[in-house]
């Protein structure tokens, strides 16, 4: 029997996310990155998600998630740091779509 | 088949608004804008809904709605600022009329 | 067709109010005004009801509402401004009766 | 038809109530007040019912009631200061009654 | 008919208590009060009930009651400052029992 | 008739507990205590439970009981001191028991 | 009969961890550690359960959990300190599994 490995599983309501650098950064037509103008607390990053508890609904693991990008838990495995956020803290998700819909939750805008 | 592309949707209460620049600002008879009196924290402004999670009943896509200057969150997606809210912090909608009416909760008052 | 405009609807609980200036200050017999005892912050003021929620049941248009001097937000619009209060932050309302009535919730104060 | 004048009506639970200067001041054999122990923001004095909201049950119109002396709305009517308070921020009350009762809330002190 | 006095009644969960001085306190064999260890604001001391409001069921008028010594309110009356607590701030209550008993809330202690 | 002794009774959720000197603390080889790792406000300590109150269900009197060692009231009753609690904030009891058990809720660690 | 000992059980939904040094520490290549990038009060850490309360549902004794490194209370049993958490502070679990799962609330990652 192979040696039994402890695989990480989230918790209730929480969200394992890792940050994807770079996603929605402005860049000036020369590719340099115009700083957010908002105040770091204020500003909103996207993340990919890793695992999701089991009182998890309107996410799951491959989506990419907007949450704020300071006032959070982080955790290092296998040497990544990975953000753990609540389910009620995430304010939007892109999912993938073929085609562009507007249905009523969906902005029209992509990532 | 088209490169699937990820389509951003609200979540739970969170509604996605684009400031409007210059609405209801007092301007002098030359046009210049007379700073509001009231202090920044408590400022109401204006702004375009783009996207609305699934709980949100009171707004949709397309209306103006009136949210706090300070203190909501913000992210840039392709290129342009956002503001993201929550349904409960929107104090007032401005929907298209032709009709003006004096319904209970019209003000009578005109964007 | 008339070119649609964009009338303003009170959302949820808010009221919206216009201070109305002067009412229920204290002048002294050469109509000098008195300034008021409490610190301002515990100073209530009274304002007309220009519009209402869907859930606001206690006021209506045209009322005269007591609310408290400080922390309310503020909107302009065209050129005058108004202020925006939540059902729940009205203290008293007075409203047109032409006898004077010592109903269970009168105080028999008139405006 | 006579002018038709405001009358003012508390609303939900709130009472309004006009201080009742000296009374439950200590004073020494020769009249002289001796300053209450407590710290202000922690003293209670008495005042008189004005007005009652509609979901006050406790209290009514000329009744005495026990309040924090600091720490509470005013508003001027008509000349005279009075204190805006919540039902559930009296202490007290203290009602006309001949013969000296001891009912399960009764002090049997007395005003 | 009397001259009608206004007795006073406690209202909603109110306590009316009169400090009993010296209740509990460590004295030396000589008789010198050995001041307690805990910081004033932790420390409870005991007081007789003079009044209970509408709600109170767990103490009755005549019980001595033990509560946080500070961050209460008071109020002089003919004379004589009484504490004015809620039910809920109440700890242990010492009430008249001739033979030793060890209820299950009794303690075995005696004041 | 003996004379009424007045028995103390815990109220609602109260606790009262005797401190319990040197439990769990950790001494050198030699019976030096070495000063525990947590800052005050974090640790926790052990002491014997003398009363609950009517409402407590998890602990009985003569148990021992695990609270933090901060923030709590204090009593001095018959020239002792105890410390009042609140069910809630007590995080383990050790009761006695003959053989070693590993129940759900038993850590098979022993006083 | 054997002496009877003090068996510590947790209470409510208390939950008894022991640290578990080193887990999750990203090194060099060479060994080092590298310190993790978020604040200590941000940074969650692994521990082993030794104890759970009567109301814990979702850990069991064996279990590694992931919690916050501060703001936790600590107790030294034996001489070794425990942490004392409460269940919702937990965020994720590892438990062990002999093949690679992705269940819903699976990562996918191993500790």
Known sequence: MSDPRLEIQM?????????VQGEGERRS??????????QPAKRLVW???????QHVRSVSVGDRVLYAQDDH????????????LR???L???????????RSSSGTGLYL
């Open 73 to 84: 838990f982080e955790v290092d495995v296998t040497g990544r740091t990975y953000v753990v």
């Open 47 to 53: 993340g990919e998600v890793f695992g999701t508890g």
């Open 91 to 101: 304010h939007a998700v892109a999912s993938e779509t073929s085609e562009p819909t």
């Open 11 to 19: 918790l209730h309501d929480r969200v394992m996310v890792a940050p």
């Open 29 to 38: 037509s020369g590719g340099i990155v115009i700083p957010a103008t908002a």
């Open 87 to 89: 389910e009620r803290d």
